[in-house]
């Protein structure tokens, strides 16, 4: 299985310091925007203070990326990120890239994002699973 995943699963993952991720990134393919790093940047403290890892914090990173392709924005065609603008413009149009980045390779944007979900699943993007739906397949 092959998935773009949404900032919201890496946060989740990075303060929950989870191992279960690192299991679970292992067993599928998992994508993500180059524009993770700005939105690591902007939140970088907020997730280290809350992080439960705080020793192993940088390793656990390393682990989750080794497991991540970064996908660089120039390589996502206007007309998907035409198209992820116009889904997520009235929802969070932060969340456009990884949207964009889920047309462009065609698999389903992994998200926890309630609202994103649902919005996009009113406007006919049902391309979406959630953390739910990850872990009953893979039966964890």
């Known amino acids: ?41 902007k939140y970088g403290e907020r997730i280290i203070k809350k992080a439960k890892i705080q020793e192993d914090f940088s390793k656990f990173i390393h682990y989750l990326f080794s497991e991540i392709t970064v996908i660089p924005k120039l390589t996502i065609s206007q007309e998907n990120f035409r198209k992820a603008m116009e889904l997520t413009q009235d929802i969070d149009e932060k969340d456009a890239p990884y949207v964009a980045l889920s047309l462009e390779l065609d698999i389903p944007l992994w998200t926890n994002d309630i609202k994103l979900a649902k919005g996009l699943s009113q406007k006919g993007y049902t391309s979406i699973v959630t953390n739910q739906s990850i872990f009953n397949l893979l039966e964890m």
Do not use: C, Q, T, W
Request: overall charge negative.
């Open 1 to 41: 299985m092959k998935v773009v995943l949404d900032s919201n699963i890496i946060f989740a993952a990075l303060i929950s310091g989870n191992e279960k991720y690192i299991e679970i990134f292992r067993l599928i393919e998992i994508f993500v925007p180059d524009y993770i790093f700005s939105e690591i940047s």
